[in-house]
């Protein structure tokens, strides 16, 4: 069989991506950011919807100031704590030097090694908090009040309540919540870039810092282009079997 001329006996792009440590690696620390984060989001915002379902005196004006994070963009969010987590300058480090009692300047939120990627995770689940809330609050809101009216005359308890009535009515609603964030956050870019662009070393190092390097740093056109493909595939593929899951949790 004849060989192709252009290609001769060397790999192709996507070959090289399947067998570069340095995207398998990018890839681990995408997954652990994507798992932590969304974790968190979902716990958090789950439980700050239980109690804005809630109502309370101030109820609207918590509310509101709940949702402010999710309403600046990337580029403020990341900038604004960037300022904070400055060893010199920075706010955050007096806070925890006054709780703790560890020295200001001892420690850097983004430039330790160990700290770095938990600094992502904290800064996209206090951005990103609100919106699972938001999603949550209308799957609790969507459960009918004669429901909980019946469970209440059978003298079920507010803890068999909620795992018996909120928690599988409000399923479908936590999945999707999970899908839209887990999709935002493989892909997520500016934020790190912001933070860290992807250090120290390459701890905090994403698939799309790495994408990015390659394309606007290496100029390794055809290299970062498979690896654009690759992800979109990959990101196409565990999306399209988690709407099937999705949908038949919320026929049942």
């Given at each position: 069989m004849r060989q192709c001329p252009w290609l001769g006996n060397k790999k192709t792009e996507s070959m090289r991506i399947l067998t570069d440590e340095d995207i398998w690696y990018a890839m681990q620390v995408t997954a652990r950011f994507v798992f932590w984060s969304v974790g968190l989001e979902v716990l958090l915002g789950f439980g700050l919807a239980l109690l804005v379902n809630r109502q309370f005196r101030g109820h609207?004006?918590?509310?509101?100031?709940?949702?402010?994070?999710?309403?600046?963009?990337?580029?403020?969010?990341?900038?604004?704590?960037?300022?904070?987590?400055?060893?010199?300058?920075?706010?955050?480090?007096?806070?925890?030097?006054?709780?703790?009692?560890?020295?200001?300047?001892?420690?850097?939120?983004?430039?330790?090694?160990?700290?770095?990627?938990?600094?992502?995770?904290?800064?996209?689940?206090?951005?990103?908090?609100?919106?699972?809330?938001?999603?949550?609050?209308?799957?609790?809101?969507?459960?009918?009040?004669?429901?909980?009216?019946?469970?209440?005359?059978?003298?079920?308890?507010?803890?068999?309540?909620?795992?018996?009535i909120t928690l599988p009515m409000t399923l479908p609603f936590l999945m999707l919540a999970i899908l839209f964030r887990g999709i935002e956050n493989f892909k997520m870019f500016d934020m790190v870039n912001l933070l860290t662009s992807g250090g120290p070393g390459s701890v905090t190092e994403t698939v799309s810092i790495t994408l990015k390097r390659a394309a606007f740093e290496k100029w390794q056109t055809g290299y970062s282009s498979a690896l654009a493909i690759i992800l979109f595939v990959a990101v196409f593929g565990a999306a399209n079997i988690y709407v099937k899951a999705l949908n038949r949790v919320k026929q049942r």
């Open positions: 609207s004006f918590w509310t509101t100031l709940i949702l402010l994070p999710m309403m600046l963009s990337p580029a403020v969010v990341g900038n604004f704590w960037t300022f904070l987590l400055q060893p010199q300058t920075g706010l955050f480090n007096d806070i925890v030097s006054f709780f703790t009692g560890i020295a200001p300047n001892s420690f850097q939120m983004i430039g330790d090694v160990p700290l770095a990627p938990w600094t992502i995770v904290m800064v996209d689940t206090w951005m990103w908090t609100p919106y699972v809330m938001l999603i949550c609050l209308a799957g609790l809101r969507s459960i009918p009040d004669y429901i909980y009216e019946a469970a209440e005359v059978d003298r079920a308890s507010p803890w068999r309540q909620f795992w018996s």
